[in-house]
């Protein structure tokens, strides 16, 4: 069983950042991946990073151009960058490891999970 870690959330008001956190136990060439659960509605894609060259990334609509998806393979580690929060992007954010290298949108293409990061913007 594959443990990924997740840190750096917590309260923000709206246009401020946080860089969220994910730490995985060992390196691996499958896809990386954020998603968001707000109270009351699906998890959803947020954005996906591949494992190698050239480190393809995807993102969401609702967050391309203020998320940035990032890793540090010799960390085992990739960040989620986000700038010009809204109220709107409140939920709780999951790490997720894919069961392929190619990048997919879809939760069922994701096989381990960690256990959440809280982000909740002011407005």
């Known amino acids: 069983q594959v443990q990924l870690v997740e840190s750096g959330g917590g309260l923000v008001q709206a246009g401020g950042s946080l860089r969220l956190s994910c730490v995985a136990p060992?390196?691996?060439?499958?896809?990386m991946g954020w998603f968001r659960q707000a109270p009351g509605k699906e998890r959803e894609f947020v954005a996906a990073?591949?494992?190698?060259?050239?480190?393809?990334?995807f993102y969401a609509n609702s967050v391309k151009g203020r998320f940035t998806i990032s890793r540090d393979n010799a960390k085992n580690t990739v960040f989620l960058q986000m700038n010009s929060l809204k109220p709107e992007d409140t939920a709780l954010y999951y790490c997720?490891?894919?069961?392929?290298?190619?990048?997919?949108?879809?939760?069922?293409?994701?096989?381990?999970w960690g256990q959440g990061t809280q982000v909740t913007v002011s407005s």
């Open positions: 997720a490891r894919s069961r392929s290298a190619t990048i997919s949108t879809a939760l069922r293409d994701y096989v381990y």
């Open positions: 060992e390196r691996s060439g499958a896809v």
């Open positions: 990073i591949q494992s190698w060259l050239p480190l393809s990334t």
